[in-house]
Every structure is written in structure tokens, then in C-alpha cells.
């Protein structure tokens, strides 16, 4: 677990103080599903403390966790890019407190201020391709006849 987050330093102060009068502090107990893969994505989190697991459905097993995420971390990037589904589905493996954004309200700031529209859609970019390719690492390992290769 790694702070991959980058979605507040890559904001100016400003910037950051307009993102953040949009949250709200939220808890999720343990064992708690956060979202199901496939259902509308309308909100997302940054990870004050606690750890959330990743996974990905797999039909006829159990749904294999893909990635751990901690402190710092954004929790959610589906609600960027339509149809606005969830890739993955989230459960919080320890007790969790976060900021919740909602997206509407978010997509619509990132509207107003087509500079800060950027900088966040860039951040999320990369913490996209960082997390597709830690499931497809996750996945080759668990499936694939001799895993990902990687040594």
C-alpha cells in the first residue's frame, strides 16, 4: 500500500480549497462495501485513514482483490469518464474515515475552472493506468498457466 494519490499536490492551494469545500468526512466500518462493480459511479474518495481492498468480479470465484489502498489514496475514478460504471468494486478492509466528493458537484466545478478541470483529469489519468496495470499484474498472477513473468 502506497500513497499513489498525486490528485491534491497536482492542484494549486486555491485549486485544492475549491475541491475541498465539496467533501464530506464519511466512515465505513470494516467489512463495508463501498461500491459494487458495475453500478452507477456517482461520488468518490480521497482516504483520510483506514485501508480499502479492490476487486474485480470473476464469474464462478471469488472476487480476487487487485489492489490494497491506504491513507491518501483516491478511492474511485469511474465517475470521470461515461457511462459513469464502476470497473471495480471496493470494500473497506479496515475502519475507514475519507472525504467524499460527489460527482456532479465535482464535474461541474471542473467546468467552471477548465484549469483545475485539467490538473485533476490529468492526476486521475495516471492514477487510472497505474491501477489497470496493477490488476492486470494481479489477475496474470492468480490466472495466467505460469503468472505475470515478473520478477
Request: glycine share 8%; no cysteine.
Amino acid at each position: 500500500m502506497t500513497n499513489r494519490n498525486g490528485v491534491l499536490a497536482a492542484l494549486t492551494p486555491e485549486q485544492r480549497e475549491r475541491l475541498m469545500e465539496l467533501s464530506r468526512e464519511v466512515v465505513f466500518p470494516a467489512g463495508t462495501r463501498i461500491f459494487e462493480e458495475g453500478r452507477a459511479a456517482d461520488r468518490f474518495w480521497l482516504i483520510k485513514s483506514g485501508s480499502v481492498t479492490v476487486d474485480v468480479h470473476v464469474p464462478g470465484r471469488r472476487s480476487p482483490t487487485v489492489e490494497t489502498l491506504g491513507t491518501g489514496d483516491l478511492l474511485g475514478w469511474s465517475w470521470l469518464v461515461p457511462p459513469r460504471r464502476w470497473n471495480f468494486g471496493a470494500e473497506a478492509l479496515s475502519p475507514v474515515r475519507a472525504y467524499q466528493f460527489d460527482a456532479a458537484q465535482v464535474l461541474a466545478l471542473m467546468e467552471e475552472d477548465p484549469v483545475l478541470g485539467r490538473a485533476l483529469s490529468t492526476a486521475v489519468a495516471g492514477i487510472v493506468a497505474h491501477r489497470l496495470t496493477a490488476a492486470r499484474t494481479r489477475l496474470l498472477d492468480l490466472y495466467a498457466p505460469y503468472g505475470s513473468g515478473a520478477a
